[in-house]
Structures are given as C-alpha cells and as structure tokens.
C-alpha cells in the first residue's frame, strides 16, 4: 500500500514552472504543472549534464533543460530523440487541491545520483593544459 507525502497545494506550483522538493538523501525532486494544470514528479536532474529541470521551461507535458534545451518528458523522464537517457519520474497524487508524493520513492529513489561537479578552468596550449585558478 502506498503511503502519500503531503507536498503542497497545486496552486502553490506556478503554473508552467515547478517547485522543489528537498529529501534527507539525495537530490531535489521537482514538482512541475503544466498549462493543463497537471502536475508531474522528476529528479531534478537533466540526464545529460545534471542540470536542474526545475529550472526549465514548461511546455505541453515537457521541459526544456535550462543547460543545453534537451527535451525531458514529464511524465516518464525520458529525453526526446535524438536524445537519449532519463531522469527518474515519481509517482504523484493530487487530491482536492493537494499534491501528494509516494513516501517511500521520496526515501529510496536515485538516492546515489549526484550534480556533476566543474573542475577549475584550464588554459591549454597544444597538447599541455595548466590549471587557470
């Protein structure tokens, strides 16, 4: 049986944008609402290069990663060809006005997936590369 987290009312998501959600572990998960007023659940992680969905744009059931414009389908995670790869997707309820999370996928789900980390900038020259920093 699934247990149901109380995340926010829908009206607290802006519609064609998203909310985060913080968890103990792992990363953020995002919350977004479409114009149709459907509401969608993904690890706030491109699959490309890690960058934040929830700050993407919204539209029809996609976001656009704010990084490099890569199409992640809401309700799956799936990027659109010729991409590929996926974010996690969690399960949503929404119920009289209130969105839901299932607890568990909030706990357990993606929990070793990290934000790639930029390194110093590097000048090179030929072949040698000397650190800028």
């Not at 976001?63 to 199409?71: G, I, R």
């Not at 799936?78 to 299932?102: I, N, R, W």
């Not at 789900?109 to 090179?124: H, K, M, Y």
Request: proline share 6%; charged share 20%.
């Amino acid at each position: 049986m699934t247990t149901w987290q109380l995340i926010c009312a829908v009206d607290d998501i802006p519609v064609l944008g998203a909310r985060r959600v913080a968890r103990a572990q792992g990363l953020d998960v995002a919350v977004f609402r479409n114009a149709s007023n459907e509401v969608f659940a993904l690890l706030d992680r491109c699959p490309h290069k890690g960058g934040p969905l929830s700050q993407g744009l919204v539209f029809g059931r996609s976001v656009a990663c704010p990084l490099h414009n890569w199409t992640i389908a809401l309700d799956n995670g799936h990027a659109a060809a010729p991409d590929e790869g996926c974010t996690p997707s969690f399960q949503v309820k929404v119920e009289e006005g209130q969105v839901y999370l299932d607890a568990e996928e909030l706990a357990t789900v993606a929990l070793d997936l990290t934000r790639p980390i930029a390194g110093p900038a590097q000048r090179c020259t030929g072949q040698r590369c000397s650190s800028m920093a």
